[in-house]
């Protein structure tokens, strides 16, 4: 059992402290929003803490999720940031999706304090996070990923170690400009099949099984034929994703036409009300 101290308890953050607590780990809790960290406690155990530099105090761990680089380096760096009470040989796991740059910090500040430091953004949703079947793209070294592999197994139905700090959350970048061509095309695919008036469910039958099968489309395409978008991953939660790897590619040289394109169609979806949406509300710009 180790003691852990897990900052940010949203919709990913809250199942995963809860999978770790079912794990039998002594968990103190730290949130932005109090009652939402008391009411995670009165629901699963463990304490609160009033800060991070409070929850983060002879803790075996500090687990973060939290929103962007700006959050991210306030719990951890800021005046009353969890690198402030940290002991030495614990480990620091983030699954915030953040920039390179402000992992690439961490894992610096965190070696100068002998603390092992893994940024480890998640992909699988809502949906991964309550069921513990995350994939969980890593960064860091070898030691700091041996002593936070089982932990992450609480929750994860695949871990990757892809390389040195900073590899997990441009790994993660790698996943963001995936799922946003894959949705684009499940949503013309979806408006072109109701304009030929298909029926959408046989559609999908047809072509879900072949080539064309992704997550998105099988995961995706009867609720987005029915309109509904009121759950999983917020499109203003993707714009930032898409605006960390359009920034990254303009220093490492790569081009993100598609990319760069579906950003500013996801600009189009807010534009209507829908940024906190799912991201599949991409299909309502889309004329049916």
């Not at 041996?146 to 871990?159: K, S, T």
């Amino acid at each position: 059992m180790s003691r852990i101290a897990f900052i940010g308890i949203g919709v990913m953050g809250g199942p995963m402290a809860r999978h770790l607590a079912a794990k039998g780990h002594e968990l103190t809790i730290y949130n932005r929003t109090g009652a939402k960290a008391r009411a995670w406690v009165a629901a699963h155990g463990g304490r609160v803490a009033e800060s991070p530099v409070e929850a983060a105090r002879d803790q075996d761990a500090v687990i973060t999720c939290v929103g962007n680089d700006d959050d991210l380096a306030e719990v951890t760096l800021g005046r009353e940031g969890a690198f402030r009470s940290m002991r030495p040989g614990s480990v620091f796991i983030d699954h915030t999706t953040v920039s390179a740059k402000i992992a690439r910090q961490l894992a610096v500040e965190g070696k100068e304090r002998d603390i092992h430091c893994v940024d480890a953004p998640v992909s699988g949703g809502q949906v991964g996070a309550e069921n513990g079947t995350l994939s969980i793209m890593c960064g860091g070294r070898d030691k700091a990923l041996q002593v936070a592999w089982p932990l992450m197994e609480a929750y994860a139905g695949r871990i990757t170690h892809i390389g040195p700090a900073g590899a997990g959350q441009t790994t993660k970048m790698c996943n963001q400009i995936a799922i946003a061509g894959a949705l684009q095309g499940v949503s013309e695919a979806l408006r072109f099949a109701q304009h030929a008036d298909l029926d959408t469910d046989k559609v999908f039958e047809a072509i879900s099984g072949g080539a064309a099968a992704s997550w998105q489309m099988l995961n995706r395409w009867h609720s987005m034929a029915r309109g509904e978008f009121d759950f999983g991953f917020a499109i203003d939660w993707m714009r930032k994703d898409l605006g960390l790897a359009i920034d990254e590619a303009r220093t490492n040289g790569a081009t993100l036409p598609v990319a760069s394109l579906i950003d500013q169609f996801y600009a189009d979806v807010q534009a209507m009300g829908a940024g906190r949406q799912d991201t599949s509300a991409l299909v309502r710009r889309l004329p049916k």
